[in-house]
């Protein structure tokens, strides 16, 4: 099993570009969740989906963002246009089915975002 | 709203010494608890966790965690750290039925060998 995997590892950009941050979940997981990790904020959660449809998208910061799931292997996040405050690592992680939210969560290796 | 405190931000402690690390949550229902460990480099990974049943849980690499309902908390232990322990950990809970994760800041153990 070759884990969640996230592209690319890192990212450097100029303001006002527009970034894409790509991840595949583990084959057979039905949730995927994107965390931003700042040293400000720590680990939050940015939005999730479950079987392909957004659930929870609250933590979002604001509409340069957007993420979508086309199909169960690839979920895309996308920050149009950047901004400096948007440096930071991003995790993927996904989870399978079943239990009642205390299913693990199989974090990626991240994306460390420098905006410039 | 949940969240979580970690009040230790960083730890340092030489081979040997035992480790506790804090964390309190804030949440009137029932939760799920975690704790993720995030060694250099690397992604973050589960150290252990708590659904149901005996408080006290056994984890990875001698860790273990106690859920104490009253006070909120579920502090990490290890009875004796080692070098490889050095990390950044995170307590991180649920709200039964829910699947996001609230993390806490973080706290970062040093072991000097």
């Known amino acids: 099993d070759a884990g969640v995997i996230q592209s690319p590892r890192h990212e450097v950009t100029e303001m006002g570009q527009e970034v894409t941050l790509r991840c595949k979940p583990i084959s057979g997981h039905d949730y995927l969740f994107w965390y931003r990790q700042t040293m400000m904020r720590g680990l939050e959660l940015l939005i999730y989906f479950n079987n392909n449809v957004p659930i929870d998208d609250s933590g979002m910061p604001e509409d340069r963002f957007s993420a979508k799931m086309p199909n169960a292997s690839f979920s895309t996040l996308k920050i149009q246009p950047s901004e400096p405050r948007d440096s930071a690592v991003y995790f993927c992680?996904?989870?399978?089915?079943?239990?009642?939210?205390?299913?693990?969560?199989?974090f990626g290796p991240g994306t460390r975002l420098t905006v410039l | 709203a949940q969240s979580v405190s970690q009040h230790n931000h960083h730890v340092i402690l030489s081979e040997a010494a035992s480790l506790e690390l804090g964390c309190n949550y804030s949440?009137?229902?029932?939760?799920?608890l975690f704790w993720y460990v995030q060694y250099p480099g690397q992604h973050l990974q589960l150290l252990l966790k708590?659904?149901?049943?005996?408080?006290l849980v056994k984890g990875i690499k001698g860790f273990e965690a106690e859920f104490i309902k009253s006070k909120f908390s579920f502090n990490l232990r290890k009875p004796s750290v080692q070098w490889s322990d050095t990390a950044e950990y995170f307590c991180?809970?649920?709200?039964?039925?829910?699947?996001?994760?609230?993390f806490g800041s973080g706290t970062r153990l040093q072991v000097q060998p």
């Open positions: 991180a809970v649920n709200a039964k039925g829910r699947r996001a994760l609230t």
């Open positions: 992680a996904s989870s399978p089915p079943g239990g009642q939210g205390w299913v693990e969560q199989f």
């Open positions: 708590y659904f149901s049943g005996d408080p």
């Open positions: 949440y009137g229902g029932t939760v799920n």
